[in-house]
């Protein structure tokens, strides 16, 4: 299964790395998946980020954590805002920065996510 794997990961030219028993795949910069195939006919496919990248900032996390995240950062700037504008006459450029920080990271994390989600598919089907 790793044969056929690395055979298609060459012939469309990702960059990989051949660790033991699983395969790290580079698919963005920031986004990398493993395929462990340290189970006999089972093979477990995996993402990380690296570092420093929109969605996990200095720390490397997972997709679905890095969703989670930003949930709660988003939670806890908008309390943030919302008792720091009763002070504020016009809080709105803090309230526009919240807004601005939500619609960045959403399709963010979509792209990312669908393009993890496809390529686990082509592999699935390449590895059969």
């Not at 006919?41 to 996990?56: A, D, M, T």
């Not at 016009?90 to 960045?104: A, D, E, K, R």
Request: net charge neutral; proline share 2%; charged share 20%.
């Amino acid at each position: 299964m790793k044969e056929k794997l690395i055979g298609q990961l060459e012939k469309f030219d990702y960059e990989y790395k051949d660790l033991n028993t699983w395969v790290e795949i580079r698919l963005t910069r920031s986004l990398h998946v493993s395929v462990d195939f340290s189970n006999d006919g089972k093979c477990v496919i995996k993402e990380r980020f690296n570092g420093w990248n929109i969605l996990s900032g200095i720390l490397g996390l997972k997709l679905k954590t890095s969703l989670v995240f930003n949930s709660i950062s988003a939670f806890i700037f908008a309390f943030v805002i919302f008792f720091y504008s009763m002070e504020l006459e016009n809080s709105t450029p803090l309230m526009f920065g919240c807004f601005i920080y939500i619609i960045v990271n959403i399709p963010w994390f979509f792209y990312y996510h669908i393009k993890y989600e496809t390529f686990k598919k082509q592999v699935m089907e390449w590895v059969g």
